[in-house]
């Protein structure tokens, strides 16, 4: 690896345009904001470092055994997000950016292109919600000294945004411009000359010179070049360089190495379409990332799911894509499974757990019917309560995920029917010290959680299997968290050393439920009594709720409370107990 000599931003900007420098496919994807951008062109022309960069010259026959990708110029959150697949032709050299990836796409954007990102608030799908933004230099005023510590006032604006006012001298200049002028001297006075700006006005010259300096006469940019074509060492390079920055995650990498080695499809391609397929394609959201359709990837390809650059050979990159499309229909149909478990985004407290399911889907050869069939109820209410157990239990999802999916694989594999094993799941999870087991101090712990907490949906999932959580419900307040305030209560007749006592309890365990979406909007604020009294016609129809609910002895005042609130609290932690087959401990 050699120290080459350094180039202004203009030569490797003109290099980047010339295709002499393309993304490698291990390159994550640009993810730097308008502020970053800013940042990074107010640092040139204030003359300050900006790091260095990691270049790799890529061989002809070295360069036609991986994709590359070309430099975004215009991004446009919605319709253009990604680098385009470059082209090496064959018998053709290039040199590929290990290190600098998002500096060197930002200085394209911020000078050759555009920025446009979703307005706040605005619609996806408006044709007005991603207003085309280029950057611009004010040449006659600094910047507020308390934004993001900018020596030049430097914005992304429309082009109308930088249009000035009829009479008004042309403040706003755009810095691509400055590419385009002759010379730093009588150029830069005609510039200010043609915007009416004053030309003693020395601040318009010095900021604008400033400019011209930083991207066509100063030398920044200081890079490396590695020249080896060995690919474990190029792989091993980047991986340490990149430690530094955002870390590249094992998602990332993966993709990258598919990307490279897929003979047939575009890896980048069918994960990003699975993932958005996946979060907004069912009946509810989810916000599954790629690092959980990759990990089922490999747990579905039958390959270590550990995260080794060894790991990622031509052959185990083969057969994941040879498995893709089972993997694909299996993540669909694990996450269909879910939401009708009444999961989503915000109930779903471990994303992984959807990787055992949807590795049972795969291994066992099931399609659509098991999600609606008659002879899959029983088993499909046996794998709602293991991933129910799986998040309500702490530490199972965390720590370990690579040894605990690998034993669960192993359970399913060794398994002849075409249930899903939960004993032998659960035996082997609890071999490696994740046992789904509960005792009774771990049911108090759960008595306590609260409303719209990490794991209090799957808790009153187990606690009322009876539900159809397809539909929608919602966690609801028993006793509505609206009358809970000092004032009303004390005006309800709540002494005062015991309201804050009620304002903690109201969202707590014990006074939720789940209540069909409808429902839920109609009850609002009324007391529970007077609910049940207009929501059933008949008095049978209300004490089957009433037991299935456990709301016995519900009182009709607020200042009852407390009282409803502990004989509540002993019937779940009795019923709690039994679903979870904890023995129940004897007062001392």
């Not at 399911?357 to 029983?378: M, T």
């Amino acid at each position: 690896m050699a120290f080459q000599t350094p180039v202004t931003v203009e030569e490797i900007l003109s290099g980047i345009h010339a295709k002499k420098y393309l993304l490698p496919a291990i390159q994550r994807e640009f993810v730097w904001g308008p502020n970053q951008m800013r940042r990074l062109m107010d640092s040139l022309m204030r003359g300050y470092p900006i790091g260095s960069f990691l270049l790799w010259q890529v061989d002809p026959a070295t360069a036609q055994g991986y994709a590359f990708y070309d430099f975004l110029t215009d991004y446009h959150e919605r319709d253009h997000p990604y680098a385009t697949k470059a082209t090496v032709p064959t018998g053709q050299s290039t040199t590929a950016i290990l290190d600098g990836q998002q500096r060197l796409t930002s200085l394209n954007i911020a000078i050759y292109g555009s920025h446009a990102e979703k307005k706040k608030y605005a619609w996806w799908n408006s044709p007005d919600a991603f207003p085309r933004r280029r950057l611009y230099l004010n040449l006659l005023e600094d910047p507020d000294h308390e934004e993001l510590s900018l020596r030049y006032d430097l914005r992304f604006l429309t082009d109308p945004e930088a249009q000035s006012a009829p009479g008004q001298p042309a403040n706003w200049y755009r810095v691509g411009e400055v590419l385009q002028l002759a010379n730093s001297g009588p150029a830069l006075l005609d510039a200010l000359r043609t915007r009416d700006i004053d030309l003693n006005d020395q601040g318009a010259y010095q900021r604008l010179y400033a400019l011209y300096e930083a991207l066509r006469v100063t030398k920044p940019i200081n890079y490396y070049l590695e020249a080896s074509q060995d690919a474990d060492k190029v792989l091993d390079i980047f991986v340490r360089v990149n430690s530094g920055g955002t870390t590249l995650s094992y998602s990332d990498l993966l993709l990258s190495m598919a990307t490279n080695q897929w003979e047939d499809l575009d890896a980048r391609e069918e994960v990003r379409a699975l993932v958005q397929e996946l979060n907004t394609g069912g009946s509810r959201e989810f916000s599954f990332s790629k690092d959980v359709v990759l990990k089922t990837a490999l747990m579905v390809a039958g390959i270590d799911l550990r995260f080794q650059v060894t790991n990622f050979t031509r052959d185990n990159m083969k057969k994941v894509e040879g498995s893709w499309s089972t993997t694909r229909a299996a993540l669909l149909r694990a996450a269909t499974l879910l939401s009708r478990f009444g999961l989503s985004t915000r109930s779903l407290t471990a994303d992984s757990v959807v990787i055992p399911v949807a590795y049972f889907f795969a291994s066992k050869g099931l399609d659509d019917s098991y999600l609606d069939s008659s002879s899959a109820a029983s088993d499909r209410a046996q794998l709602q309560q293991w991933v129910n157990r799986s998040l309500m239990k702490r530490g199972i999802w965390g720590s370990g995920l690579d040894t605990t999916l690998g034993r669960i694989r192993q359970a399913i594999d060794a398994h002849d029917g075409a249930g899903f094993p939960v004993e032998a799941v659960q035996a082997e999870m609890a071999g490696i010290g994740k046992s789904l087991d509960f005792e009774a101090t771990e049911v108090d712990e759960l008595l306590e959680l609260k409303y719209g907490g990490q794991r209090t949906f799957p808790v009153l999932a187990m606690l009322y299997p009876g539900l159809d959580l397809s539909k929608a419900f919602h966690e609801d307040h028993v006793f509505p968290k609206s009358r809970f305030t000092r004032k009303r209560l004390a005006e309800a007749g709540v002494a005062a050393e015991d309201i804050e006592t009620f304002i903690d309890a109201v969202n707590r365990l014990p006074n939720l439920q789940l209540l069909p979406g409808q429902a839920n909007v109609e009850k609002q604020a009324v007391l529970p009594s007077d609910w049940l009294a207009q929501a059933f016609t008949s008095e049978e129809q209300r004490q089957m709720y009433v037991a299935q609910n456990d709301l016995q002895l519900l009182p009709g005042t607020v200042s009852e409370f407390m009282t409803f609130y502990e004989a509540r609290k002993a019937r779940l932690r009795e019923r709690l107990q039994q679903r979870l087959g904890v023995k129940a401990v004897a007062p001392a």
